[in-house]
């Protein structure tokens, strides 16, 4: 998926999809190459995506809640 960095303010990059959508991701300074990849795609709209299959848990119209996800233990 194709993806341009069309801005980047205090920290903050514009990133503008194939199909002109766009999203604001925050940097940090020990992100990777790798990292921005991933949360690009992440975040992606779903029109951009397509999906691996899908979980047997899931159905349409179902609540549900949002968790952050745990921390790590060192």
Known sequence: MQYTVAEINNNVAKIVYSD??????????DMTESDLDELVYMIAPAQLKTGAGKPSFIKAGQTRT???PAEESE
């Open 20 to 29: 002109d959508t766009f999203a604001f991701i925050e940097l940090h300074a």
């Open 66 to 68: 949002a968790a952050k």
